[in-house]
């Protein structure tokens, strides 16, 4: 186990639902981040947090909500997904946002939308 | 631009002979550079990271890679295979001009044939 937590584990939600993907890391590190997995498609970075604070959304489309309450929770909020935001959603935590740090990541929630 | 390529998408190996997985990297500046391994319905495992020093770099499960800076490459071998490192490997690489962006490449599948 690598000491950060996903759930739920799989998830099938129809394009008018509102859901969400909870993230938790028990690692005591600082900064947090979303990676949306799909296949054949290197790992799309999504939004990362340092100290609870968004400080990277790269372009996502505004039905993905994320929210840091503190350094060891973090949530993606969905809402009207569209069928191609079917992947793996992986949440990764690391001691801090610099880039000599490796990344700790969860199991992931696999995500479909029907 | 920052970018990371893996040209295979398989690599078969008998087990117990060594295998390579491939990696090339652009960067501006010097890189950090990373090796992960994802197992089927699990998050990125970390196994080996370059930051400075040694080019040749251990990691965990017998892996290691070599930093090669005049081909820009970060090649992940293994001296004997083993069926149990049959999967899906990443290659990622981080700069050092401040902004920290962290792209993976998309990944080389490793089948390890008894």
């Known amino acids: 186990e690598t000491g950060v937590t996903q759930t739920p584990r799989h998830l099938v939600m129809g394009m008018t639902n509102k859901k969400s993907l909870k993230c938790e890391q028990h690692l005591g590190h600082n900064a947090m981040y979303w990676y949306k997995q799909s296949a054949k498609k290197p790992l799309e970075l999504m939004f990362v947090?340092?100290?609870?604070?968004?400080?990277e959304n790269n372009s996502v489309p505004s039905r993905f909500s994320p929210e840091c309450p503190n350094s060891s929770h973090l949530f993606l909020h969905l809402h009207t997904l569209q069928p191609e935001d079917s992947a793996l959603y992986l949440c990764a935590s690391s001691p801090q946002r610099t880039g000599s740090y490796e990344q700790y990541f969860g199991p992931g929630t696999r995500l479909t939308v029907t | 631009a920052q970018s990371v390529a893996q040209p295979e998408d398989q690599v078969n190996v008998a087990e117990g002979n060594p295998l390579t997985v491939k990696c090339t990297y652009s960067?501006?500046?010097?890189?950090?550079l990373f090796w992960y391994v994802q197992y089927p319905n699990r998050g990125l495992q970390f196994l080996l990271k370059?930051?400075?020093?040694?080019?040749l770099v251990k990691g965990s499960y017998g892996f290691e890679a070599e930093f090669n800076k005049s081909q820009t490459s970060f090649h992940l071998k293994k001296p004997s295979a083993l069926v149990s490192d049959s999967a899906l490997y990443f290659c990622?690489?981080?700069?050092?001009?401040?902004?920290?962006?962290?792209?993976f490449g998309t990944g080389t599948r490793l089948k390890v044939l008894a």
């Open positions: 370059y930051i400075t020093g040694d080019n």
């Open positions: 960067v501006s500046g010097n890189p950090y």
């Open positions: 947090y340092s100290l609870e604070e968004r400080v």
């Open positions: 990622a690489v981080s700069d050092t001009s401040g902004t920290y962006k962290y792209i």
